[in-house]
Nanobody, 126 residues
Framework: VQLQASGGGLVQAGGSLRLSCAAS????????LGWFRQAPGGERDFVAA????????YYLDSVKGRFTISRDNAKNTVYLQMNSLKPEDTAVYYC????????????????????WGRGTQVTVSS
């Protein structure tokens, strides 16, 4: 599965952005689609994930209530709506696909995801 992320940009604190992640092929029902982010000098951290089959969602505590992950099965696309953005949200954001049917899969672990899109920069100014 090839993934293409888009929608990053520069926004002031308190503003909003919507990221999109389009998959090149049908995503199987056992997959999770996730968003991760990496700030300069930092690790690639989990932000949010969604089950492709059930639509169940999972979030990093610091983004709960501000970010919403959703999917459009017909378009093979996942979205990350980011509201009330803070300067600490500044990072390169990556989308990823992982198969929960694989032994050892954990949705918050970036090493367990199989496919990655190119990152998109999100910069929040104070």
């Amino acid at each position: 599965v090839q993934l293409q992320a888009s929608g990053g940009g520069l926004v002031q604190a308190g503003g909003s952005l919507r990221l999109s992640c389009a998959a090149s092929a049908r995503t199987f029902s056992s997959y999770f689609l996730g968003w991760f982010r990496q700030a300069p000098g930092g690790e690639r951290d989990f932000v949010a994930a969604i089950s492709w089959s059930s639509g169940s969602t999972y979030y990093l505590d610091s983004v709960k209530g501000r970010f919403t992950i959703s999917r459009d099965n017909a378009k093979n696309t996942v979205y990350l709506q980011m509201n009330s953005l803070k300067p600490e949200d500044t990072a390169v954001y990556y989308c990823a696909a992982g198969n929960s049917g694989r032994v050892g899969f954990t949705l918050r672990n970036s090493n367990k995801y199989d496919s990655w899109g190119r990152g998109t920069q999100v910069t929040v100014s104070s």
